[in-house]
């Protein structure tokens, strides 16, 4: 049994990958005869550009304190090579923007595990990276900020996951020692990773139900599929 819980938001409470899939897809289609290429090959290009692009931590760092830049740069490197007219690449990001904060839901049984480990007196923490603005936008509008003691947002508190002050800094507001709590994610690099060096309970949500990858950086203590799994903690 935890002391208290640190969770990670997008992909942990809410469902950020599935809310994102078709944006792109849909953006192609709308966007194909204005710049004159194909929809399909304009989706395919996006599709491999943007995972080359969020793949190398460094970018990853940088981009995601402006997601909506960090797309347009994306099309403008995808136009560039297919020689598409690249005025509407500013359009495009703020489409998919738009498209996927519209999709955004708490996966099934993530809001009510909250709020039943809140009634039970659990002490509970907030740790996510990204801008302050749609960060601190999503958490208001999905009502989870009265069930945080502590809740960190990297583009306010400064740095982010996996740096260790972000972890040190829960630990110190939740008044626990790193062995009494658990750290709750699905990134094995950014969540778990830092806070089992550390001396954190890593609980990996493997909401994608992918399994362990061979080239795994850590092994988390637990595996989970969702949330919900641990409303009775156990």
């Keep these: 049994m935890p002391h208290a819980i640190i969770l ?6 809410l469902a950020y990958d599935a809310a994102a899939r078709g944006c792109w897809r849909a953006v192609c289609e709308e966007f194909a005869d204005a710049i004159g290429v194909d929809a399909a090959a304009l989706f395919a290009a996006i599709t491999a550009e943007s995972a080359w692009f969020w793949d190398d931590p460094e970018r990853h760092r940088v981009g995601r304190q402006d997601l909506t830049a960090a797309r347009r740069e994306i099309i403008l490197r995808v136009l560039a ?29 993530a809001l009510e595990t909250v709020r039943a480990w809140h009634a039970a007196g659990v002490p509970l923490a907030l740790i ?4 302050a603005a749609p960060q601190n936008a999503k958490i208001d509008r999905f009502g989870l900020r009265p069930y945080f ?22 630990l110190a507001a939740l008044h626990v020692a790193p062995a009494d709590a658990w750290m709750i994610g699905d990134n094995l690099a950014l969540d778990i990773a830092p806070a089992q060096a550390l ?18 950086p850590v092994v988390p203590r637990r595996i989970i599929r ?5 409303r009775e903690l156990r």
């Design 8 to 13: 990670d938001l997008d992909d942990t409470i």
């Design 81 to 109: 090579r297919l020689g598409g007219d690249p005025a509407p690449a500013a359009a495009m990001a703020a489409r998919r923007e738009a498209l996927h904060t519209s999709a955004l839901a708490p996966f099934p049984g």
């Design 128 to 131: 996510t990276n990204g801008a």
């Design 226 to 230: 969702g949330l919900a799994e641990l």
């Design 199 to 216: 001396g954190l309970t890593g609980v990996w949500n493997d909401y994608a139900h992918t399994g362990l990858p061979p080239n795994a």
């Design 149 to 170: 003691r502590s809740i960190v947002v990297e583009g306010a508190f400064g740095v982010g996951k996996p740096d260790p002050r972000v972890f040190q800094h829960t």
